[in-house]
C-alpha cells in the first residue's frame, strides 16, 4: 500500500506535466491542424530563460561561458517571466515559420517541416551559445519547504518529494484556469469558433491572425512552464532536454484524442501514471511500456480516450 501511493502521487506530479505539455500541442492542432514541432523547443528555452533570469552563470562552454546577468530576480518571478519570454518566441515561430506558408496556402506538411526546421535551429543556437552542459537551479521551487512530505504515519512512512507536490499542485491551477479560459471567457469562445471554422469566424468578424498569435503565445507559455517545472524537478540536461517530452507530448496528444483539450489531460494522467507504476527494476523500459500502452489504446480507439471519430462526407 506505501508504494501503491507513492507511486499514484508521483504518477499524478509527472502526469500534471505531461498534460501541461500536451496542452500546447492540443491548442495549435485544434486551431490550425497541424503539429508544432517547435513545441520540444520552447519547453527547453523556458527552463533556459528561467534559469537566465535567477542570476545563474553558465558554464565553462560555448559562446556565454562563465557569464550571468548583472542581477538575479526572485525565483517565482523568473518562472513567471521566464514563461512569457517562450510564449513570445512561440509567436516569433509562429510569425517566421507559419504564418508565411498559411498566407499562400501551402499544404499543412510543409508547415509541419518548417517546425521542424525551427526546432532544430533552436536546439543548435542553445548548443552555441551555452555548451550542453546540466544546469541545476540554485534556487528551490520549493522554497523554505522539507526536501519531503510524509503521507504516512512513522512506523509507515511514505515520503514522497515537495518539489512533486508543487509541481502537481501548480499544475491543477494551470488546467483550472485554461479550462475556464477556453469555456467561460469570450476570447475562449472565439477560440473554439475558429477551430470549428475558420473561415466562417473569420466572415463574422472574428480576427482569426490575432486569434492564432494568441493560441501560440499561450502554447509557448505552457510549453516554457513544463519545462521550467521539469528541470526544478531533475536539472536541464542540456540543449536536447525537450525532445524526449516532446516525444512524450505527441503520444499523450494521441492517446488522449488529437484536439481535444479534455483529452489532453486525461491523456498525461493516464501515461504519467502508467509510468509511476513501472516496477524498479524495469524502470529503464518505462518509456517503452508507456508507447506500448499507446499502441495498445489505440488498436482498440484509433480517436483516442475521449477524441471522436471523424466522419468523412463525400
Do not use: W
Not at 32 to 51: D, P
Not at 176 to 201: C, F, H, P, Q, W
Not at 240 to 260: H, P
Amino acid at each position: 500500500m506505501t508504494h501503491f501511493i507513492q507511486s499514484l502521487l508521483n504518477g499524478l506530479s509527472i502526469g500534471s506535466v505531461y498534460a501541461i505539455f500536451a496542452l500546447g500541442y492540443t491548442l495549435v492542432f485544434s486551431i490550425l491542424g497541424i503539429i508544432n514541432f517547435a513545441h520540444g523547443a520552447i519547453f527547453t528555452l523556458g527552463a533556459y530563460f528561467t534559469y537566465v533570469l535567477t542570476g545563474a552563470a553558465f558554464g565553462s562552454n560555448g559562446v556565454l561561458a562563465s557569464r550571468a546577468l548583472p542581477f538575479g530576480l526572485a525565483f517565482f518571478l523568473a518562472i513567471l517571466i521566464g514563461c512569457l519570454l517562450a510564449g513570445f518566441a512561440a509567436v516569433l515561430i509562429e510569425r517566421l515559420a507559419f504564418r508565411p506558408l498559411r498566407r499562400r496556402g501551402a499544404d499543412r506538411l510543409l508547415s509541419l517541416v518548417s517546425s521542424l526546421g525551427v526546432a532544430i535551429v533552436i536546439v543548435n543556437l542553445i548548443q552555441y551559445l551555452v555548451g550542453a552542459e546540466i544546469y541545476t537551479y540554485k534556487d528551490r521551487i520549493t522554497g523554505g519547504l522539507p526536501a519531503a512530505v510524509n503521507f504516512g504515519n512513522e512506523s509507515s512512512p511514505i515520503p514522497i518529494r515537495t518539489v512533486q507536490i508543487v509541481i502537481f499542485v501548480v499544475g491543477v491551477i494551470i488546467l483550472a484556469a485554461l479550462t475556464y479560459l477556453i469555456n467561460y471567457t469570450k476570447i475562449g469562445k472565439a477560440l473554439r469558433a475558429v477551430a470549428e471554422d475558420a473561415t466562417t469566424s473569420s466572415l463574422l468578424g472574428v480576427n482569426t491572425d490575432q486569434l492564432i498569435m494568441f493560441t501560440f503565445f499561450l502554447s509557448g507559455f505552457l510549453g516554457g512552464l513544463a519545462g521550467t517545472l521539469v528541470a526544478s524537478s531533475v536539472s536541464i540536461k542540456g540543449p536536447y532536454f525537450g525532445i524526449e517530452f516532446g516525444l512524450k507530448g505527441l503520444a499523450v496528444i494521441v492517446l488522449g484524442g488529437l484536439g481535444d483539450i479534455p483529452g489532453a489531460v486525461v491523456g498525461g494522467l493516464v501515461l504519467g501514471l502508467a509510468e509511476a507504476f513501472v516496477p524498479a527494476d524495469l524502470s529503464a523500459y518505462k518509456d517503452g511500456v508507456a508507447f506500448a500502452l499507446l499502441f495498445a489504446v489505440l488498436l482498440f480507439r484509433p480517436q483516442g480516450l475521449l477524441g471522436r471519430a471523424q466522419v468523412q462526407k463525400v
